[in-house]
């Protein structure tokens, strides 16, 4: 899909995909990435309409990575908010930048029904929803 009108449906309104994936674009701008370069923003939605970003934050103890999927699902959760309806994330790639296996799990935990959006850097996407990204995931 490059740049539709698609909606994402929410408690009391809709949200167009395009805007959400912006807001990721707009998170990227600060990743902290200068072991790897690579930048990656993600946003997060929640049923009620509140947005979280997150980017990917790295460590010169490079294991200590964090990506930006879970440095957004983090802030939601840590606000004590937990039902999520949609999350974009976008990486300065042709590819779509699709989630990591530890982010999947995380996604899965909370939200195993969440939207979740990958795109790339012309802003086009695929959908998927997290669960489908984590057939047989541990429970
Ligand atoms: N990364 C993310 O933030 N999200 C992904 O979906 C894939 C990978 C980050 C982790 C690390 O900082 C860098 O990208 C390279 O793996």
């Known amino acids: 899909m490059?740049?539709?009108d698609e909606l994402i449906h929410l408690k009391n309104t809709v949200f167009p995909v395009t805007k959400l994936i912006n807001l990721?674009?707009?998170a990227m701008q600060h990743a902290y990435a200068p072991y790897s370069n690579f930048c990656v923003g993600a946003a997060l939605i929640t049923l009620d309409g509140h947005i979280y970003?997150?980017?990917n934050v790295e460590n010169a103890s490079y294991g200590l990575a964090c990506c930006a999927e879970r440095v957004a699902i983090?802030?939601?959760v840590s606000d004590g908010i937990k039902e999520f309806k949609a999350l974009a994330v976008i990486a300065d790639t042709q590819n779509y930048c699709t989630p990591c296996g530890a982010c999947r799990q995380v996604m899965v935990e909370f939200a195993p029904d969440m939207e979740v959006y990958t795109a790339n850097k012309d802003g086009e996407y695929k959908k998927f929803l997290a669960h489908e990204?984590?057939?047989?995931?541990f429970k």
């Open 74 to 76: 983090f802030k939601a």
């Open 133 to 137: 990204l984590l057939p047989y995931g």
């Open 2 to 4: 490059v740049g539709g």
């Open 53 to 55: 970003s997150g980017c």
């Open 24 to 26: 990721a674009k707009a």
